[in-house]
Structures are given as structure tokens and as C-alpha cells.
């Protein structure tokens, strides 16, 4: 059995009764019934996702997953390819929005090659887990092998499986590759049946031919490859990405390991989407944190079935949207170990 299906197979259901010892306890807390709102979910969802009726997450890592489009030839992005290089190498510096945001929550942030075009220096700090340079031209053909979709989920699951082991007991994700709006709306697309010119957008900038050019250039990669809908993996390894890919790795191991993972905006959302068609018990283990700008995003979450948890016009992608959302997970932990109860404060209601 290989690593994927390994860790598949290792994911079970929350903890339903830790999560109802834990609702019995926020709802005694000391505070009008319900009026915490979702901080009081969440914390009930920790308890089954830890098995722990008064969670833990101390130590806190964003894996931000980087990798390039071959769909980039097509003219989709005004940005120059070589930014996804640059960028990557820029993440261990702590000089991004992700890198800024990641010193105030208190998080590491670990940068991943599971694809990039160029070649990484060795010494920029990033784990080398490169499946090939780039994604094939979905418009012309699958943008990579099934076995290379494959590949870069389990980069996706070796990394974060070191972090866990390592003492991380909360995980983000995050991902660098231009262009990648345009496989990430291909996959929502497929997994919703929705046209793409309802949630295609602009993304870091669209190319000179504008949203129509990139709306028609996704609808041909649909119909070139004929994804089928009901298979994730053909999904993702016909219109995907690889550091799509590495991100559903990431969501997968978390779950396995019975720890919390934080999904950036929609490109993560988009790698949620997969790991949950191939595994649904995983959603569980998922924290959403925040709407993105992106047109498609509000649909990626509707069919995830989950509701972010703030919504501040954010669309930078890296994991600056989870790592943001840290500190509330915090407050969720907190609540329960540091609120008195209505009978431990000595008061009769």
C-alpha cells in the first residue's frame, strides 16, 4: 500500500464524545448561551479533532506548497513566471505576507518546492520535494500524470508528517504559483458543475486578453481532458496543479494525525475540495479562515460546506489567511480551559 492510501486509510471520524462533553461545558460556561458564536463551535470541534476535551495547539506551522503552470504559455497572467521562483525563495526570510503576518500568530513557516520552474538555490531554505518544473499546458493535455499527482500528494504528506513529528500540533497551508487561479477554478468547476465564466476572476492580474480570454482557456482545458467529476485524483491531475497537490497532501496528514488544519483562501479551498472527494472524513479536521476576493471562493466554500471565518477582502494567497486566523483558533482553547463554569464560579442559576 502506498503512503497515500496509507494515510487515507488512517483517518477517522471527530471524537463525538469528546465533542458533546465539550458542547455540555461551553454551554455551562459563564456567559448567555450561544453568545461566544462560532468561537464556541470551533472549540467543540477541536475537542474531536484532538480527542481532548481541553485542546492544545502550541506550536503552530503554515507549509506553504510552490509550484508553476504550464497553462502559464496561454497567457492567463500579466505576471511575470519567474515571480513564483522568486517568491519561494523569499518565504524563509519572513519577508512576505505570510512571513509578517505568521511573527504576530506565532507560526513557522516552511517553504516547499513540489514544482517549481526554475531551479531553487540549495541554501534559500526550502525543502526540495520536486515532482517535475511545472505542470504540463492543461489546455493541450493533462497537466500532469496521475502518478504525478500522486507523487506531489505524498511530498504534501511526508512534510507535514515531519512537522507533526517534529512537535507541530496545528498545520496551515499556503501556496505560491502564478497562474494557479486559473487550475483552481478548473477544479471548481468540475467538482460543482459550474460554468467557469460564474467564478472565474481576476486573480494576481489576468494577461492582455482579460477574463473572457482566461474564461475560454479554462473551458477548453475541461473539454480537452473530459476530468471526471465522480474521480479526484483525475480531476487533479488533468486540470490541477502541484502545489494543489501538496496542499491536499497536507489536509490529508493532519487528519491522519488528529490535528487541526487551517485552509487558506481559494486555491487552498480548491485542494480541500480534493482531499475531501477522496477522503470526506478529512473535513472534519479542516478550519476554514477566510473568504477570499476571488468571484469563485463563496462557491468553493459552499460546496467544502463550510463557512470561513472572516471576511476582510483578502486575495494574497501564501497562507496569510490561515496564519491570520491563529490566534482565534488560540482563543477557542482558551475558552475552554480558562472560563469557569456556572457551578465551578459558585453560581446558582
Same mark, same amino acid.
Given at each position: 500500500?502506498?503512503?497515500?492510501?496509507?494515510?487515507?486509510?488512517?483517518?477517522?471520524?471527530?471524537?463525538?464524545?469528546?465533542?458533546?462533553?465539550?458542547?455540555?461545558?461551553?454551554?455551562?460556561?459563564?456567559?448567555?448561551?450561544?453568545?461566544?458564536?462560532?468561537?464556541?463551535?470551533?472549540?467543540?470541534?477541536?475537542?474531536?479533532?484532538?480527542?481532548?476535551?481541553?485542546?492544545?495547539?502550541?506550536?503552530?506551522?503554515?507549509?506553504?506548497? #510552490?509550484?508553476?503552470?504550464?497553462?502559464?504559455?496561454?497567457?492567463?497572467?500579466?505576471?511575470?513566471?519567474?515571480?513564483?521562483?522568486?517568491?519561494?525563495?523569499?518565504?524563509?526570510?519572513?519577508?512576505?505576507?505570510?512571513?509578517?503576518?505568521?511573527?504576530?500568530?506565532?507560526?513557522?513557516?516552511?517553504?516547499?518546492?513540489?514544482?517549481?520552474?526554475?531551479?531553487?538555490?540549495?541554501?534559500?531554505?526550502?525543502?526540495?520535494?520536486?515532482?517535475?518544473?511545472?505542470?504540463?499546458?492543461?489546455?493541450?493535455?493533462?497537466?500532469?500524470?496521475?502518478?504525478?499527482?500522486?507523487?506531489?500528494?505524498? +511530498?504534501?504528506?511526508?512534510?507535514?508528517?515531519?512537522?507533526?513529528?517534529?512537535?507541530?500540533?496545528?498545520?496551515?497551508?499556503?501556496?505560491?504559483?502564478?497562474?494557479?487561479?486559473?487550475?483552481?477554478?478548473?477544479?471548481?468547476?468540475?467538482?460543482?458543475?459550474?460554468?467557469?465564466?460564474?467564478?472565474?476572476?481576476?486573480?494576481?492580474?489576468?494577461?492582455?486578453?482579460?477574463?473572457?480570454?482566461?474564461?475560454?482557456?479554462?473551458?477548453?482545458?475541461?473539454?480537452?481532458?473530459?476530468?471526471?467529476?465522480?474521480? +479526484?485524483?483525475?480531476?487533479?491531475?488533468?486540470?490541477?496543479?502541484?502545489?494543489?497537490?501538496?496542499?491536499?497532501?497536507?489536509?490529508?496528514?493532519?487528519?491522519?494525525?488528529?490535528?487541526?488544519?487551517?485552509?487558506?483562501?481559494?486555491?487552498?479551498?480548491? +485542494?480541500?475540495?480534493?482531499?475531501?472527494?477522496?477522503?470526506?472524513?478529512?473535513?472534519?479536521?479542516?478550519?476554514?479562515?477566510?473568504?477570499?476576493?476571488?468571484?469563485?471562493?463563496?462557491?468553493?466554500?459552499?460546496?467544502?460546506?463550510?463557512?470561513?471565518?472572516?471576511?476582510?477582502?483578502?486575495?494574497?494567497?501564501?497562507?496569510?489567511?490561515? #496564519?491570520?486566523?491563529?490566534?482565534?483558533?488560540?482563543?477557542?482553547?482558551?475558552?475552554?480551559?480558562?472560563?469557569?463554569?456556572?457551578?465551578?464560579?459558585?453560581?446558582?442559576?
Amino acid at each position: 500500500m502506498c503512503m497515500y492510501e496509507n494515510t487515507v486509510k488512517k483517518i477517522e471520524r471527530l471524537d463525538q464524545v469528546k465533542m458533546e462533553e465539550a458542547r455540555e461545558r461551553v454551554d455551562a460556561l459563564i456567559k448567555p448561551p450561544k453568545s461566544l458564536g462560532k468561537l464556541e463551535d470551533l472549540a467543540v470541534q477541536l475537542a474531536g479533532i484532538t480527542k481532548n476535551i481541553y485542546p492544545e495547539v502550541s506550536k503552530k506551522a503554515v507549509i506553504v506548497m #510552490a509550484g508553476d503552470h504550464g497553462v502559464y504559455e496561454e497567457g492567463i497572467s500579466s505576471n511575470p513566471q519567474e515571480v513564483t521562483s522568486m517568491q519561494t525563495t523569499f518565504f524563509s526570510k519572513g519577508i512576505t505576507g505570510v512571513g509578517a503576518i505568521a511573527k504576530v500568530s506565532n507560526a513557522d513557516i516552511i517553504t516547499v518546492d513540489v514544482g517549481v520552474k526554475d531551479v531553487i538555490p540549495a541554501d534559500a531554505g526550502v525543502i526540495d520535494r520536486k515532482i517535475k518544473h511545472g505542470t504540463n499546458n492543461m489546455m493541450k493535455g493533462p497537466a500532469m500524470t496521475r502518478d504525478e499527482a500522486i507523487r506531489a500528494i505524498e +511530498a504534501g504528506i511526508e512534510v507535514a508528517l515531519e512537522q507533526i513529528k517534529a512537535g507541530v500540533d496545528m498545520l496551515g497551508v499556503g501556496e505560491m504559483g502564478i497562474g494557479n487561479t486559473t487550475p483552481a477554478t478548473a477544479i471548481v468547476s468540475v467538482l460543482g458543475d459550474i460554468e467557469p465564466s460564474e467564478i472565474t476572476g481576476r486573480g494576481a492580474g489576468t494577461g492582455a486578453g482579460g477574463i473572457g480570454h482566461k474564461i475560454e482557456v479554462i473551458k477548453r482545458a475541461i473539454e480537452v481532458n473530459k476530468p471526471n467529476r465522480e474521480d +479526484a485524483l483525475d480531476i487533479l491531475s488533468k486540470v490541477g496543479g502541484l502545489e494543489i497537490a501538496g496542499m491536499t497532501g497536507v489536509m490529508l496528514a493532519a487528519a491522519a494525525s488528529r490535528i487541526p488544519v487551517v485552509i487558506d483562501g481559494y486555491i487552498a479551498t480548491s +485542494a480541500a475540495l480534493i482531499a475531501y472527494s477522496l477522503e470526506p472524513k478529512s473535513k472534519g479536521y479542516m478550519i476554514p479562515s477566510h473568504l477570499s476576493m476571488e468571484p469563485g471562493a463563496k462557491k468553493a466554500s459552499e460546496l467544502l460546506g463550510v463557512k470561513p471565518f472572516i471576511d476582510m477582502d483578502l486575495c494574497l494567497g501564501e497562507g496569510s489567511g490561515g #496564519a491570520l486566523v491563529f490566534p482565534i483558533i488560540d482563543a477557542a482553547c482558551s475558552m475552554l480551559k480558562s472560563m469557569a463554569t456556572f457551578d465551578e464560579a459558585g453560581m446558582k442559576l
